[in-house]
C-alpha cells in the first residue's frame, strides 16, 4: 500500500492527545469487528472514517428490512437483495475510505475458528477487538479467545434505549466472566424482541466503543476507561461503575485460572435464537463440509419459492423461511423453538 494522504485525517491529526503519531499508529493497526449489525455497523463506519488501516467485519447474518431502523451501513437495496452483512458493509466501507484494508468474513464465530478469526497478522503493530455481537455465549467465547492470545477487547450491548460497554486490557486485570459468570438463562431478562432498543443508543454506545478502540490503536492505551459505562437515553441518566476490582479476588476461571471453558467448547449451543426476530441459527457439526448452493438451489426449488446469490440460498416454504449459507449454517425465521428449527434444518438442509 502507498504512503496514505494524512490530509483527510487533519481534524484528528490536529487533537493533540492524538497526533500525527498517533493517526500513523492507527494507520499500522488492526481492528476485528466481531458482528456487524446495529453496534458494529456504527463501530466499523466509525473506526473505517479514522483510518485504522486493517478492518476485518465478521458477521453470520444478512441485511432485512427491520435491520434498517438502526444498522447504519446498510440501505434497502441491501434489504431487498438480502445482501450478507459483512458484504454489504465492506463494500460501503471501501467507498468511504479507499485506504485501508477491509476484510469481510461472513461466519458465526465458533470455538473452532475463533482464533482464526480474532488472530493477528504479521507486520501488525497493534490489534483490538470490538463487540458487535447479539448474544452472551458469544461474548464469553470472544472473551477467552481475547485471555488466551493476549489481545485487547471492547464490551458493548444495547438494549430498550440503555445501552454499556467496558474495555478489557491483557495488562488490567479483570474480564468478562468476572462480571458475568455464566450467561443469562433463556427467557430471564428481556430481549431485543420484547423490549426493542431504540436507534440512538445504538450510536451513543458504538461511538463509546470506537473511541476506546482508537485510543488502544493509537498507543494511548492509558486513556482508556477502567469503568463499567452505562447510559439510559430515555431517562437521560449515565453511570459508571469502577471495574478496577474485577479480578481481584483472583478466583476468576478464565483471567485468573485460565479455564477456557467456551474456547474448547464445553460451552455453547449449536443453535442459537437470534436477537430481534423470529428466527433462530442452527450450525452444523464441526468439520461439516462446504455447501454448494448452486445444487441446493435447484433441489429446494421444487419444495418452495427459493432465492439465491453468490453467498446464500434463501427457501420460503409455509411458515418459515430458511436461509442457508456456504458454510452450511442455516437461519430459520419463522420459529423461535430450537427443536423445531432443528428439525427443519434436517429436513431440507440435511444434518
Known amino acids: ?5 494524512l490530509s483527510r ?12 503519531e498517533g493517526q500513523r499508529r492507527l494507520l499500522a493497526g488492526r481492528a476485528v469487528v466481531c458482528g456487524c449489525g446495529a453496534l458494529g455497523s456504527v463501530a466499523a463506519e466509525t473506526l473505517a472514517r479514522a483510518g485504522v488501516g486493517h478492518l476485518r467485519i465478521i458477521d453470520r447474518d444478512f441485511v432485512e428490512w427491520n435491520n434498517l431502523q438502526r444498522q447504519a451501513l446498510f440501505d434497502e437495496q441491501d434489504a431487498a437483495r438480502r445482501t450478507p452483512k459483512a458484504i454489504a458493509a465492506a463494500e ?20 473452532h475458528n475463533v482464533h482464526k478469526l480474532l488472530g493477528g497478522a504479521e507486520g501488525v503493530a497493534g490489534q483490538v477487538i470490538v463487540d458487535g455481537l447479539d448474544n452472551f455465549e458469544s461474548r464469553l ?6 485471555l488466551s492470545l493476549g489481545l485487547p477487547w471492547i464490551y458493548a450491548g444495547c438494549l430498550g434505549a440503555e445501552g454499556q460497554t467496558l474495555t478489557f ?28 432498543v431504540l436507534g440512538p443508543i445504538v450510536n451513543v454506545i458504538a461511538s463509546f466503543a470506537a473511541a476506546e478502540a482508537i485510543k488502544i490503536l493509537a498507543g494511548r492505551e492509558s486513556a482508556t476507561s477502567p469503568w463499567l459505562t452505562v447510559i439510559d437515553l430515555w431517562t437521560n441518566r449515565a ?4 471495574a478496577r476490582r474485577l479480578g481481584a479476588s483472583g478466583d476468576c476461571p478464565a483471567c485468573a485460572r485460565r479455564d477456557f471453558v467456551w474456547l474448547r467448547g464445553e460451552r455453547g449451543s449449536h443453535a442459537a435464537v437470534l436477537c ?15 455447501i454448494d448452493l448452486a445444487a441446493l438451489a435447484v433441489r429446494l426449488a421444487a419444495l418452495g419459492r427459493v432465492e439465491s446469490n453468490p453467498h446464500l440460498v434463501r427457501l420460503a416454504v409455509g411458515e418459515y423461511q430458511i436461509t442457508v449459507f456456504r458454510d452450511g449454517r442455516a437461519i430459520i425465521g419463522g420459529t423461535s423453538d430450537l427443536s423445531a428449527a432443528r428439525s427443519i434444518y434436517a429436513r431440507y438442509v440435511g444434518m
Do not use: H, K, W
Not at 239 to 242: I, K
Open 92 to 111: 460501503r466501507l471501501s467507498r468511504i475510505n479507499s485506504q485501508i484494508e477491509i476484510e469481510p468474513i461472513v461466519a458465526d464465530i465458533t470455538p
Open 141 to 146: 467465547l470472544v472473551n477467552d479467545a481475547a
Open 169 to 196: 486490557l491483557p495488562a488490567r486485570p479483570g474480564c468478562l466472566r468476572c462480571l458475568l459468570p455464566e450467561p443469562p438463562p433463556p427467557g430471564e431478562l428481556p430481549s431485543c424482541d420484547t423490549a426493542g
Open 276 to 290: 430481534g426476530r423470529n428466527a433462530v441459527q442452527v450450525s452444523p457439526p464441526p468439520g461439516a463440509a462446504r
Open 9 to 20: 485525517y487533519s481534524r484528528q491529526t490536529c487533537f493533540a492527545p492524538l497526533g500525527v
Open 1 to 5: 500500500m502507498s504512503e496514505p494522504d
Open 239 to 242: 453511570r459508571q461503575l469502577d
